[in-house]
């Protein structure tokens, strides 16, 4: 079935130990996005790509970097986890709603990142 | 910041009633979605209503909005136990395609 993959569902790092959680789409989306989820709070967006054209948003720390080598995959660095960033990992995709009048997200199971 | 604020954060009925979450925002919308997540799971998309749209069904799911008081309603009838979940409304805006979630309503629906 046509999917939003996240590798690994739970990982496990030390503060200050860069860490890479990936993402993969079957579903050949144009648009892909990373959230932070904190327990009972509201995804949060961090970054998009539209095609291969990043979107930071305004307030996503420096410590947070992305990369998307084709159409399929994207990756989400961490490059100095601190305690804070203990969270839940969500990516998601889209298809450009300027040609599919869609705006529909369709989300991974996430991955669960704890920082020691 | 949120635009979309769900109310009540926290709902809990039992199987058979209905469940009924709202949402508010602040700023006029292109349209509504509301999201189901799973404890620990990514989210689902549910329905999407557009601001020129006053009412939508999906099964057992039906969607109000009212763009007058910048609200949206999402209710789920005949509650089951494998509806618990948190439920979130997302709004788009202005020429962005980028939705922005709100909190969310934890519903917790008893056997």
């Known amino acids: 079935d046509a999917m939003v993959i996240q590798n690994p569902r739970y990982q496990v790092t030390q503060f200050g130990k860069p860490v890479t959680l990936s993402c993969s789409q079957t579903l050949n989306h144009n648009v892909m996005y990373w959230y932070q989820q904190k327990s009972s709070q509201a995804p949060k967006l961090l970054f998009h790509?539209?095609?291969?054209?990043?979107?930071n948003e305004a307030d996503t720390p420096d410590n947070f970097q992305s990369r998307r080598p084709n159409t399929s995959f994207c990756f989400l660095d961490i490059r100095s986890p601190g305690l804070g960033d203990a969270a839940m990992y969500l990516c998601?995709?889209?298809?450009?709603?300027?040609?599919?009048?869609?705006?529909?997200?369709?989300f991974g199971p996430g991955t669960r990142l704890t920082v020691t | 910041s949120q635009q979309g604020e769900e109310d009540p954060q926290a709902l809990s009925i039992q199987e058979g009633e209905n469940a009924t979450m709202n949402c508010s925002y602040k700023t006029s919308i292109n349209n509504l979605q509301w999201y189901r997540q799973n404890s620990g799971r990514g989210l689902v998309h549910l329905i999407l209503i557009r601001s020129n749209e006053r009412e939508k069904h999906s099964g057992r799911l039906r969607v109000t909005l009212d763009t007058s008081k910048k609200s949206s309603s999402l209710l789920i009838t005949a509650s089951r136990a494998a509806d618990t979940a948190s439920y979130f409304c997302a709004t788009t805006s202005g020429g962005s395609y980028i939705p922005t979630f709100g909190r969310g309503t934890s519903l917790i629906v008893h056997p």
């Open positions: 998601a995709t889209s298809r450009d709603p300027g040609t599919s009048g869609t705006y529909e997200q369709y």
């Open positions: 790509y539209y095609d291969k054209d990043f979107n």
